[in-house]
């Protein structure tokens, strides 16, 4: 069973349209990282969210992070094929191991 | 910045050998990793450094070993190299607690 449920695992779209990527657990986390990936490279941090309810604006993307603690959003507006990569969300567990545990990613192309 | 490099972007190597993968961090964090990524596995856990000399088993020890004898680098054995050990290898570092990580770019090793 994956701690971090990612979703969807793919997502292509046309250039100009927006996306909501969600990253769920049963398990309340402390924070929360969102990473993206391009092909070939290894991931690069985005954002971290620690404050149930906390949203975060990056440009066109904005981060959410469930007021539980246990869920987050990324959604991104008006995609540009620059968005294209491979997104993850990560995280530790509160109360539990200091041991980082990812989703399984989800990725997006976007078309021009 | 944190800078995170890895020893090599793309090994060849053959059925038997040893192989070494180095990693160096430039910020004086305390906790490096070693993951490997395969398509539809996401990034797994070998093993996990929160201090020199000490190390702790990731999701897939088998097949591996690590050293950390100074702070900044964190070396991956592979003791006997096997063709399922063809992966994306990636490190990262972590300043300590739950915090975020910072990648390297990766080392794409085949086993032939």
């Known amino acids: 069973t994956q701690l971090l449920e990612q979703s969807p695992q793919f997502l292509s779209i046309q250039e100009g349209e927006n996306l909501t990527v969600y990253c769920n657990s049963s398990s309340v986390f402390s924070s929360l990282q969102w990473y993206r990936q391009e092909p070939g490279e290894g991931p690069v941090l985005l954002v971290t969210?620690?404050?149930?309810?906390e949203v975060k604006k990056l440009k066109r993307l904005t981060f959410q992070f469930g007021d539980a603690r246990k869920d987050s959003s990324l959604h991104i507006t008006a995609a540009q094929t620059g968005d294209t990569g491979l997104y993850l969300c990560?995280?530790?567990?509160?109360?539990?191991?200091?041991?980082?545990?990812f989703g399984r990613g989800t990725s997006l192309i976007v078309h021009p | 910045d944190v800078k995170v490099t890895q020893s090599s972007r793309y090994l060849v190597k053959r059925t038997g050998e040893k192989v070494f993968l180095e990693c160096v961090q430039d910020m004086d964090h305390e906790n490096m990793f070693w993951y490997r990524q395969d398509p539809g596995l996401g990034l797994r856990l070998i093993y996990f450094s929160y201090d020199v000399k000490m190390k702790e088993k990731g999701d897939i020890p088998e097949g591996y070993s690590v050293s950390r004898e100074k702070k900044e680098r964190f070396s991956l054995i592979l003791e006997s190299a096997s063709t399922n050990q063809t992966s994306m290898y990636l490190c990262?570092?972590?300043?300590?607690?739950?915090?975020?990580?910072?990648f390297g770019p990766g080392t794409r090793l085949t086993v032939t």
């Open positions: 990262a570092s972590r300043r300590g607690g739950m915090g975020e990580q910072y």
């Open positions: 969210v620690v404050t149930g309810g």
């Open positions: 990560a995280g530790a567990p509160s109360g539990g191991s200091y041991i980082p545990t």
